[in-house]
């Protein structure tokens, strides 16, 4: 039988999880098991630290007065932060437009967020909703350190992942 990380719950060979590079400690008591476990705890809150700024790079549209014409541009938004959505869905405070085609079924989005100050990238398929509202876009961290994204509103939505994080 595997062992599993006490801190993402992943299977793990030897000491040091592959995935969230924990080192897990094996004890023989239950004062030990304890200290061990809010050692994997505190350890999760620093990575969930370390992870920050979920943006999406949002396409942009102004009317110039000057020139009568459309401008357009990307937009980095930010959505949250890492510890903000560990294991509850945050959303988006801005709003998107919705599908002007209503025969587009998925959108494909570039997310983008930092891990210790680097950025990173996950590329995103997600089924678009029919609803009356504009869309927001949500993150959530689940406890094995996976990221799911959700695209719709509070009671509408579709959602995609589990995706890993790159944790290093």
């Given at each position: ?16 999880c592959?995935y969230c ?26 990575l969930?630290?370390?992870?920050t700024d ?44 919705k ?41 959530m ?19 995609s ?8």
């Open positions: 039988m595997a062992r599993k990380c006490k801190c993402c719950a992943r299977d793990i060979v030897g000491s040091k592959s590079k924990y080192i897990n400690v094996e004890v023989l008591d239950n004062p030990g098991s304890e200290c061990e476990l809010e050692r994997a705890a505190q350890y999760k809150a620093g969930l630290e370390r992870i979920f943006s999406i790079n949002a396409y942009t549209y102004k009317w110039d007065q000057k020139t009568s014409k459309f401008e357009s541009g990307r937009l980095p938004v930010k959505i949250t932060d890492g510890k903000e959505c560990y294991e509850q869905i945050v959303w988006s405070k801005k709003a998107f437009e599908n002007p085609d209503d025969r587009m079924q998925e959108r494909d989005i570039t997310i983008s967020y930092m891990f210790d100050g680097e950025q990173k990238e996950i590329n995103v398929k997600l089924k678009t909703i029919q609803c009356n509202d504009l869309w927001r876009l949500g993150v961290i689940h406890q094995d350190l996976t990221v799911s994204f959700y695209l719709g509103t509070v009671d509408n939505y579709t959602v992942g589990p995706f890993n994080l790159e944790l290093k």
